[in-house]
């Protein structure tokens, strides 16, 4: 350095006593907020926010429940990374100021390119359960499907939420006058779907629940006992709320494998989907596809949709990964039946991946009930929140004014590096 020269930021710059009122705006603390469901929801900036906060409320063996999947849950994991390889193709210059984020469905518009899937058990997860979900979707304007193994029943769903558009999922049992009850008084409670899922006959190896010793419903052993002493709140909505059971069957004890292993029926057939087709007047649902031939052989028998999906990861190990088939089993099927998917869906971006490919919607389990077991409905609204921010943001960095304007051009997934 020249002698006589300060060096830069040791000489040049000139210190000062602050004025109070300077410090005030500075000063000023955030208001508290006194209720304690607002102040873990305000928190939460992403589904992964959701899942952690979930993870401290509630008891190890239901967090796992919701959060697990099977065997080494490869499936799982292998779906998420399939979406984190997504690669969109932006488009910059465009007046993106006001867009459009609602989807057709099955003939109705839908606000958001999502639908809240089936779950089964939810009122384990929180009290409120599937009548939360349900008055949300409705708030919202997106449908909401009940599962067979919910914890409400049809008509108690039907009553929550009479304004939103429902959908009933359903497995077919070994009695099939059992299957046929729920579906006309699914019929009659105004729901306008069914949902068959054929990807279930037996249950998977959910190691977690095996593992946590998970029984349905819950026992109260010494481990539970031990765990639930640090979530005193679950305990007490559990055992001072409805007793917690299967609303549509009756359970015996054991895991969820166990009561799939009694009740459903492994001998499904391509003609069970046209017995039902013939019993069901209204949209038919077929879930659990996992290649195009399959995709094929439901829609000759009368599907209108194909639900491309390996359950979440909690049946089959090493299934496919369902966004890898979205774009061949349009190519298939996509002039005679609308192709969803589901698996693995944690951000925004993920739902308009899947449409880019040629999806017509996407559905979301885990996301929504991560923000049941952080706050109740209000959990559910801020996990509908969040997609919803992530999906108007991502489309408007895309450079598209609406989610019908995505084309496979937009996206494409990466190799595996």
């Known amino acids: ?67 697990g999947a099977a065997d080494g849950e490869l499936s799982l994991r292998r779906a998420r990374d399939a979406f984190a390889r997504v690669e969109f193709s932006p488009t910059v210059l465009r007046d993106v100021s006001t867009v459009d984020t609602g989807r057709d469905v099955l ?60 959908w009933f999922q359903l497995y077919l049992w070994r009695d099939r006058a059992m299957a046929k009850d729920l579906v006309q008084r699914a019929a009659s409670s105004g729901y306008d779907t069914i949902m068959l899922t054929v990807d279930t006959p037996v249950g998977g190896a959910r190691l977690r629940d095996v593992h946590n010793g998970l029984t349905v419903p819950p026992a109260l052993s010494l481990r539970t006992f031990l765990d639930g002493a640090r979530h005193p709140h679950w305990w007490a909505n559990l055992l001072t709320t409805e007793p917690l059971e299967f609303a549509s069957l009756a359970s015996t004890g054991g895991t969820v494998a166990d009561l799939i292993n009694r009740v459903f029926d492994p001998a499904l057939t391509i003609d069970d989907v046209e017995w039902l087709r013939g019993a069901w007047s209204g949209h038919l649902v077929v879930k659990g596809i996992q290649n195009v031939d399959d995709a094929r052989r439901v829609v000759d028998a009368g ?31 996509g002039d005679r039946a609308e192709v969803w998917v589901d698996t693995g869906i944690t951000h925004g971006a993920d739902v308009l991946a899947a449409i880019a490919l040629g999806a017509r919607t996407a559905l979301i389990g885990r996301a929504y009930l991560y923000g049941l077991m952080a706050g109740g409905r209000r959990g559910v609204a801020k996990a509908v929140e969040i997609l919803a921010g992530e999906i108007v943001r991502t489309l408007q960095l895309i450079g598209v004014n609406s989610v019908d304007e995505l084309r496979p051009s937009h996206v494409r997934i990466r190799p595996n590096e």
């Open 107 to 166: 003939g109705q518009r839908a606000t958001l390119p999502f639908c809240l899937g089936p779950t089964g058990f939810t009122r384990m997860m929180h009290h409120e359960g599937e009548r939360a979900v349900a008055s949300v979707a409705q708030e919202v304007g997106i449908p909401y499907t009940l599962s067979t193994m919910g914890t409400t029943t049809i008509e108690d769903v039907a009553a929550a939420a009479p304004g939103a558009r429902k």
């Open 303 to 333: 599907a209108d949709v194909v639900l491309l999906s390996n359950h979440g990861g909690r049946q089959l190990d090493r299934a496919p990964v369902p966004l890898e088939l979205v774009a061949p089993t349009v190519d298939a099927v």
């Open 1 to 67: 350095m020249h002698p006589g020269r300060t060096a830069y930021g040791e000489g040049m710059v000139q210190r000062r006593i602050p004025r109070p009122r300077e410090l005030a705006p500075l000063l000023r603390p955030a208001p508290f907020e006194r209720d304690a469901t607002e102040r873990r929801l305000r928190r939460a900036a992403s589904i992964a926010d959701l899942r952690e906060i979930a993870r401290r409320r509630t008891p190890r063996a239901v967090f796992d429940y919701t959060d």
